[in-house]
C-alpha cells in the first residue's frame, strides 16, 4: 500500500501539471485510504503536500509574469483569515463530518470540471469589487483549513470571471493563494495535531516529479478530455468518501 500511495503522488503531480489544479483534491483520501494516516492527520499533511507543490508552480508562473498582484492582494487576507478559521473550526468537528464536507467538495468539483470542459473558454471579464473578491477568498480558505484541499478549482473561475484575469494569470494567481492560504492553514495545525513528516517529504517529492512529467506532457494531451475524466475519478472518489466515511 505504501508503493501504491508514493505512485499515486506521482500521479497528482502529474495531474497538476497537465491541468494547472485539482489533483492536490486527492491528497487527502490517498492518505487517509491508501498509507493508512487518520483524518485529523491527513488534513494538515495535505496543507503541506499542496503548498509546498503550489509553490513550485507559483515559481514557474512568476517568471512569466502570470501572478497578478492586484487580485492576490484583493483575495490573500481573506483567504488566509479563513483558512486559519477553518483549521481552528477542523479541531471542534468530528472527522465524520470533516470526511463528509470534503466528499461534498469532491463531487462539486467534479461538476465544475465537467461544466468548464463543455463550455468554451470565456473572455475576461471586468473586475468586480474587492468586497466580493475578499469574500470568495475567505470562504476557498475555510474549507481549505477545514479539509485540506487547495481550492484551485473554485480560485481559478473566479479569478476569470470576477477579478477579470485570462486563464494563464488565473492559474499563476490561483496558486499563489493556495499557497498563502496552505502555509495559514498549516499555523493553525501546528502544536495541536501530530504530522508525519517523513510521509510528507516523500509525498511531497513525488508530487514535485510528477508536476515535471504532467507540465512536458501539456502539449500532447487534450486539456477537455482530461478534465473529463478527471472529474469522472472526482465523482467517484466523492461518493466512496460518502459511503466510507
Known amino acids: 500500500m505504501i508503493v501504491l500511495g508514493y505512485g499515486l503522488a506521482v500521479l497528482i503531480g502529474i495531474t497538476l501539471g497537465l491541468l494547472g489544479g485539482g489533483g492536490a483534491i486527492l491528497t487527502v483520501p490517498v492518505l ?3 498509507l493508512g494516516v487518520g483524518v485529523r492527520q491527513a488534513v494538515p499533511m495535505s496543507l503541506v503536500v499542496v503548498g ?3 509553490l513550485v ?7 512569466g509574469r502570470n501572478v497578478n498582484g492586484r487580485a492576490l492582494v484583493a483575495f490573500a487576507p481573506a483567504a488566509i ?3 486559519v478559521l477553518g483549521s481552528m473550526l477542523a479541531l471542534r468537528v468530528s472527522a465524520r463530518l470533516q470526511l463528509t464536507i470534503f466528499a461534498v467538495v469532491l463531487l462539486v468539483a467534479a461538476g465544475s470540471m465537467l461544466w468548464g470542459a463543455r463550455k468554451a473558454p470565456a473572455p475576461p471579464r471586468a473586475a468586480r469589487p474587492l468586497s466580493l473578491l475578499a469574500g470568495i477568498g475567505g470562504g476557498v480558505g475555510l474549507l481549505t483549513g477545514l479539509v485540506g484541499v487547495g481550492g484551485g478549482f473554485l480560485y481559478v473561475p473566479s479569478l476569470a470571471t470576477l477579478a477579470g484575469l485570462d486563464m494563464k494569470q488565473a492559474v499563476g494567481t490561483s496558486l ?5 492560504s496552505c502555509a495559514a492553514g498549516v499555523v493553525g495545525y501546528l502544536g495541536r495535531v501530530p504530522i508525519d513528516w517523513r510521509i510528507v517529504a516523500g509525498f511531497s517529492g513525488l508530487a514535485f516529479v510528477g508536476v515535471g512529467i504532467g507540465a512536458a506532457l501539456v502539449p500532447k494531451v487534450s486539456q ?7 472529474a469522472g475519478l ?4 466523492g461518493v466512496l468518501v460518502l459511503i466510507r466515511r
Open 32 to 34: 487517509v485510504y491508501v
Open 81 to 83: 483569515a479563513g483558512s
Open 176 to 180: 499563489a493563494l493556495i499557497t498563502v
Open 57 to 63: 508552480g507559483v515559481l514557474q508562473h512568476s517568471r
Open 234 to 237: 472526482l465523482l467517484i472518489m
Open 224 to 230: 477537455a478530455t482530461l478534465r473529463r475524466w478527471f
Open 52 to 54: 509546498l507543490t503550489s
